[in-house]
């Protein structure tokens, strides 16, 4: 980011403009909107330009700026719609070290003016840094869509009653407060009775936020699917937006802690290498303690909480500190796994059972049904079974596994890195020790790549026979 956004307070401070024509013109529509103390230089003026000055909105000085006339001013700008006399200004701004904007010429300006939507005081400003003006003109027509014309009118009566409303404790119970007003009682009573219903409403909201007990805490025993921001359920993304601690696994991606609160108290579990590395103890103690608090908690699992998500002994902690929790389910890695290499994980006259393993338990690596797994037209999707894959390979080929049987190893299903390897249960281990996976992995048992694979644009294959 080159251009870092700021708001800037111009109320009764000096701002110079060199250039009183048309391209000066639309700097000062929008200067105007301010409380500036505005200053133009321009030895020919436009009528709309004289205009302002006869009203009194601008100074104007009906000549080229000279040395001395940009002292003291916060902003100057160059509109002078002329490279040589832009240049000739821009060089005085510079000499008293003045924030100057030359219009039309990123390269040379220190400051830019973004694209603005104005529901005063609510001002959004967006900004390409001179990348992309329709881009900036479509976004800001999407916002002044969506923002209701009275926002400002809210705000403000809003602004006023903040004091009011700092009788309620800080966090869930004030910001409930607030977002009942802005977007669902507000809204109505200014429609109903103007801004004397608003004050009003003001008035029986906080009765009621005052009068009513504490929320008590909760949690949320959430999958956020296998990586894919897009594979998280609805519930998933509304409750991580509300928040106000998110307890994650650290195989929980990026963009989806991004759909956190920016006040959210995120708390990753479960670093490797270097990091701290957090005990299942420990993080029922954390949630507990936040959700004692009369937090929100969101537990965030990667793929389906209800599988292989130790969740038996978050809920029995939970039970025992009288917390109450739910569970939202989510997409479980195999789904994804299977989904990207076009296969369902069951078929009609090819597998009617469906099994879902470990490769490790609390034991080392898992003991299973070999027998049965090692059938022909079984299948199974293996969850962290890369180191067992040697292992597992021996015990279903000494149970008689055919060892052509189809293996495909899918990496980071659902993200941007997602990696498909195709092989068979023979070549299985070897190809392990081969290619060293970073990612998460499952191991989908009894299951190629389906044929006709350019039906499916988005797999990225890689044959290992
Ligand atoms: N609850 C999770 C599983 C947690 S156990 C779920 O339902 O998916 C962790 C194992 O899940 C990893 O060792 C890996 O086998 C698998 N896994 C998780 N995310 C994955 C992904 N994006 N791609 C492939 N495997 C994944």
């Not at 000062?28 to 500036?36: D, N």
């Not at 299977?338 to 003991?367: C, E, M, P, W, Y």
């Not at 070897?430 to 988005?458: E, F, K, N, S």
Request: glycine fraction near 8%; include cysteine.
């Amino acid at each position: 980011m080159r251009h870092f956004p700021v708001f800037v307070d111009l109320s009764n401070k000096r701002v110079v403009v060199s250039g009183a024509g048309e391209c000066a013109v639309a700097k000062l529509r929008l200067l105007l909107r301010t409380e500036a103390d505005i200053h133009v230089f321009g030895a020919d003026p436009v009528d709309v330009v004289r205009d302002w000055a006869d009203a009194g909105k601008i100074t104007l000085t009906s000549r080229a700026l000279q040395n001395d006339n940009i002292t003291e001013s916060v902003l100057f700008y160059a509109a002078n719609d002329d490279a040589a006399e832009d240049a000739r200004v821009a060089a005085i701004g510079r000499g008293v070290s003045q924030l100057t904007n030359i219009v039309d010429n990123l390269d040379d300006s220190q400051f830019i003016t973004p694209a603005i939507v104005d529901r005063d005081p609510v001002t959004v400003a967006i900004g390409t840094e001179g990348a992309a003006p329709v881009l900036a003109r479509k976004i800001k027509q999407q916002v002044e869509e969506s923002l209701p014309a009275n926002l400002g009118i809210l705000a403000r009566i809003g602004q006023a009653f903040r004091p009011a409303a700092d009788a309620l404790p800080m966090g869930r119970k004030r910001r409930d407060f607030w977002s009942r007003f802005y977007f669902n009682a507000g809204p109505r009573a200014l429609d109903r009775g103007g801004k004397i219903a608003v004050q009003e409403t003001l008035n029986h909201l906080l009765d009621d936020a005052l009068n009513t007990r504490a929320a008590s805490g909760r949690v949320h025993l959430m999958g956020a699917g296998p990586g894919d921001p897009e594979l998280l359920t609805l519930k998933a993304r509304n409750l991580l937006h509300e928040a106000d601690v998110v307890i994650h696994d650290q195989l929980v991606s990026a963009p989806i802690l991004e759909l956190a609160r920016r006040e959210a108290i995120v708390v990753e579990t479960g670093k490797r290498g270097f990091g701290k590395s957090w005990k299942q103890d420990d993080i029922n103690a954390l949630m507990i303690k936040h959700a004692a608090q009369g937090h929100h908690v969101v537990r965030l699992k990667s793929g389906d909480p209800v599988i292989f998500g130790r969740l038996d002994e978050e809920m029995d902690a939970l039970s025992n500190a009288g917390i109450p929790f739910d569970i939202i389910p989510g997409i479980t890695s195999a789904s994804a796994a299977a989904a990207s290499i076009g296969q369902s994980l069951t078929k009609r006259g090819r597998n009617s059972t469906f099994r879902i393993l470990t490769g490790h338990d609390v034991d080392g690596f898992a003991d299973h049904d070999w027998r049965a797994l090692a059938k022909s037209g079984s299948t199974a999707a293996i969850y962290m079974g890369k180191r067992a894959s040697r292992f597992l390979a021996g015990r279903l080929l000494m149970h008689g596994a055919d060892s052509a049987i189809p293996i495909t190893i899918v990496e980071n299903a659902s993200r941007a890195d997602q990696h498909i390897l195709s092989t068979s249960l023979g070549a299985l281990p070897d190809l392990m020790d081969q290619v060293a996976l970073d990612g998460p992995a499952i191991i989908l048992l009894g299951l190629a790549p389906r044929a006709a694979l350019d039906a499916i644009d988005t797999l990225e294959e890689q044959e290992f026979a």
